[in-house]
Nanobody, 124 residues
């Protein structure tokens, strides 16, 4: 099993920045990719960004490209999401996720392990 714990959410004004962190523990050696997803009230969970442990390959949703940056620390088994130029539309619960399969799928169903989520609220 893999355990994921997110931190760093909060309330910020539009145009501001937040940094989310995800600490992975347990059988993390079996996972290939870490991802961030978000879910706003009344909406489906959506892909935000992902990064591979081995080569650090990244992928971003169009809605966050150029504003968000995902990074990882292999030695600490942590993943971060730096969020800049935040907009009210970025308001959501943000989830850290991990998957074993090495592929580029963005579907939440492709991910095997999930954190509990952290709230990000961006005020206008």
């Amino acid at each position: 099993q893999v355990q994921l714990v997110e931190s760093g959410g909060g309330l910020v004004q539009a145009g501001g920045s937040l940094r989310l962190a995800c600490a992975a523990s347990g059988r993390t050696f079996s996972t290939s990719t870490m991802g961030w997803f978000r879910q706003a009230p009344g909406k489906e969970r959506e892909f935000v960004a992902r990064i591979t442990w081995s080569l650090g390959i990244t992928d971003y949703a169009d809605s966050v490209k150029g504003r968000f940056t995902i990074s990882r620390d292999n030695s600490k088994r942590t993943v971060s999401l730096q969020m800049n130029s935040l907009k009210p539309d970025d308001t959501a619960v943000y989830y850290c996720a991990a998957k074993d399969a090495y592929d580029s799928k963005r579907d939440p169903a492709a991910y095997d392990y999930w954190g509990q989520g952290t709230q990000v609220t961006v005020s206008a």
